[in-house]
């Protein structure tokens, strides 16, 4: 088993735990133990941070990702390690005099209704800085290839430290503004753990030099940044603008958008590993190894997502009856988002090779249309369609700009991700929906979603084996 496929394995392991984790908190630790007001004010303050957190980085962790297979020298790679760590503090104590000088400014940032007395913006902006921090050093990781543990508290720990503090809140042990602090805190540990993990894989040298090609390396991460800061507007408008309007809402809408993400985990799996090695190829100008790379990731992705996908859809009737009924105000959202999703991961590592070639200014022209356009959807359906108006922003977003990219990746380097594999996971996918619509089960819910998902994984992976998808995969995973 090759490096990718042995990181990516482990890496899903995390992601999936992290995901039932998750599931624990949004499906019966919030809505029992918190209500749907405070799960939303939760989600909708941690949206915020995200917000936040790309004008800290500055886009310097996919810089770090993109130049370093490129240096060959010790000290030049030393020398780019301190450079990315150290660029974000100028940021950080310019954004704490400012919040300092007039506190006011940045509090219009942050208006929504609310009725608990603790300070919302701080802890917004102090999430961010460790956000931001955690991100490059879990690159420092990535491009040594140790992207496991990182991983681990990226996916996992997250899930894990909220699911924690909920049951301690249940027992009454501190209050929810106590809550919201140690949830802060449990996120600057995090940080401690991943720095200090980065550390003992590599340590660099003091330099005291600016790394060669800096302007090129700062021309890089603006661009990335402006192409971050939108696309995190993208990933969490709809529930901030959805906190503006209700926070039960914004509880309801979280989950349908958690149940649609599961579809992502194996390409989130994949690309902290993949990543580091496409800008690598792409250094070397190796066009070929970039086109296969492309090519059976999409072909990987589309087979294990199509099949999250079936189980979503067949089984979301069946899963919402789990659980609260008022939740189900967003079970069409749950089908609508996941087709979305679906198309995304059907890309492969599209997007691992644009950021990294030099068509990277690109990145910027698709982030930026597609938060414009975020925005001005979400303006429009979330005021007369609620939730499921943000659903239909959602959905919209994600078809129309891979679409873009696609044609772009066509356009400017004569490669796509699609082969006749491709269609054939595609064909399998479809038939097993129209043959799983036919079967109604009269049984309890769990009973229903245990039998269909074993119908379903079975069709599935007999029509990719009579086609031969599975075994040219399992040749791809033996040798990455």
């Known amino acids: 088993m090759g490096v990718v496929a042995k990181q990516s394995f482990f890496n899903l392991i995390s992601i999936g735990i992290g995901f039932l984790v998750g599931a624990l908190n949004v499906l019966l630790l919030y809505p029992v133990y918190m209500g749907d007001s405070r799960q939303g004010l939760v989600v909708g303050l941690l949206a915020l941070s995200n917000l936040f957190q790309p004008f800290l980085s500055m886009g310097l962790q996919h810089a770090l990702i993109k130049f370093f297979s490129g240096f060959s020298l010790k000290s030049e790679r030393d020398a780019l390690l301190w450079f990315v760590v150290l660029s974000p503090l100028v940021l950080v104590l310019f954004l704490a005099v400012l919040y300092t000088a007039t506190p006011q400014l940045l509090n219009r940032w942050v208006q929504f209704k609310a009725t608990l007395d603790f300070p919302y913006l701080e802890f917004v902006l102090l999430v961010a800085v460790s956000t931001a921090y955690f991100e490059i050093f879990n690159s420092w990781l990535r491009v040594h290839l140790k992207s496991i543990f990182a991983n681990f508290l990226k996916e996992l720990y997250p899930r894990l430290l909220i699911a924690i503090l909920i049951i301690g809140f249940s027992m009454e042990w501190y209050d929810f503004p106590q809550f919201i602090y140690l949830l802060l805190g449990g996120y600057y540990f995090r940080l401690v753990l991943i720095i200090g993990f980065s550390l003992l894989v590599y340590r660099p040298s003091w330099q005291w030099h600016l790394p060669p090609q800096a302007q090129k390396i700062v021309q890089y991460s603006l661009m990335i940044f402006l192409s971050g800061a939108a696309a995190s507007f993208i990933l969490d408008i709809d529930k901030a603008m959805l906190l503006t309007f209700s926070k039960e809402e914004v509880a309801y809408y979280s989950v349908a958008i958690y149940i649609a993400a599961v579809i992502e985990a194996p390409g989130r799996a994949l690309f902290q590993i993949i990543s580091p090695i496409v800008a690598e190829a792409l250094n070397k100008k190796n066009n070929k190894q970039v086109q296969r790379l492309l090519q059976k990731s999409s072909t990987l992705l589309l087979v294990i997502s199509g099949g999250l996908f079936l189980l979503i859809q067949l089984n979301v009737a069946d899963f919402y009856n789990l659980i609260q009924p008022e939740y189900k105000a967003a079970m069409f959202a749950v089908q609508l988002v996941s087709l979305g ?63 873009l990219k696609v044609t772009l990746l066509w356009w400017k380097m004569k490669m796509q991700p699609y082969s006749m594999d491709s269609l054939q996971v595609i064909g399998a996918v479809v038939l097993t929906y129209f043959l799983a619509t036919v079967i109604t089960l009269p049984f309890s819910p769990v009973v229903n979603i245990v039998i269909q998902s074993m119908l379903i994984g079975g069709v599935y992976l007999m029509l990719l084996w009579g086609m031969g998808s599975l075994k040219q995969l399992t040749t791809f995973w033996k040798r990455n």
């Not at 599209?350 to 990145?363: A, E, F, L, R, T």
């Not at 659903?391 to 891979?402: E, H, K, P």
Request: proline share 3%; hydrophobic share 50%.
């Open 341 to 403: 999703k679906l198309y995304s991961m059907s890309t492969g590592c599209m997007n691992q090779i644009i950021s990294n070639s030099d068509y990277y200014p690109y990145v910027l022209f698709f982030s930026v249309t597609a938060a414009v356009l975020a925005i001005l959807l979400n303006m429009f359906a979330i005021p007369r369609y609620g939730l499921m108006g943000a659903a239909y922003a959602t959905l919209a977003v994600l078809i129309c700009i891979n679409s």
